[in-house]
């Protein structure tokens, strides 16, 4: 058997071209996770959770805490809102856009003014 010298990655170079019309999907964002404790009252949250949030939301049941996995940035806002209003116990993480930014400036002078950083930056 003999191996063609002109091009021997042709069998490759077509599955290249059927493979090359798949696109990737657009990743959505992250969306953190809302844990809430098992002495809650589920039902009642539910109906709380289904009245205020725009779209569907996914929930799990895991040791002994229920896992809500929300849609959109908006369903998970209001989630924790309501949560806070009803002084329900419940533990979840910041999304990215909420987080603070801390930021170092090297070199500057004792006399430049917090208020002309902040200026500047804006």
């Known amino acids: 058997m003999e191996i063609?010298?002109?091009?021997?990655?042709?069998?490759?170079?077509?599955?290249a071209k059927q493979n090359s019309d798949r696109r990737a999907k657009a990743g959505t964002p992250f969306l953190p996770t809302v844990f809430l404790s098992e002495e809650s009252d589920w039902?009642?949250?539910?109906?709380?959770?289904?009245?205020?949030?725009?779209?569907p939301y996914e929930c799990?049941?895991?040791?002994?805490?229920?896992?809500?996995?929300?849609?959109?940035?908006n369903d998970y806002s209001m989630m924790n809102q309501i949560l806070i209003a009803k002084k329900i116990?419940?533990?979840?993480y910041q999304y990215k856009c909420e987080k603070?930014?801390?930021?170092?400036?090297?070199?500057?002078?004792?006399?430049?003014?917090?208020?002309?950083?902040?200026?500047d930056l804006i």
């Open 100 to 119: 603070q930014i801390k930021v170092i400036l090297k070199n500057l002078s004792a006399s430049v003014k917090e208020e002309a950083i902040y200026q």
């Open 4 to 15: 063609p010298q002109e091009n021997r990655f042709q069998l490759l170079q077509q599955i």
């Open 89 to 92: 116990p419940f533990h979840s």
């Open 43 to 55: 039902m009642i949250l539910d109906e709380m959770f289904m009245k205020n949030c725009s779209e």
């Open 60 to 73: 799990q049941m895991r040791a002994r805490s229920v896992f809500v996995f929300t849609k959109n940035l």
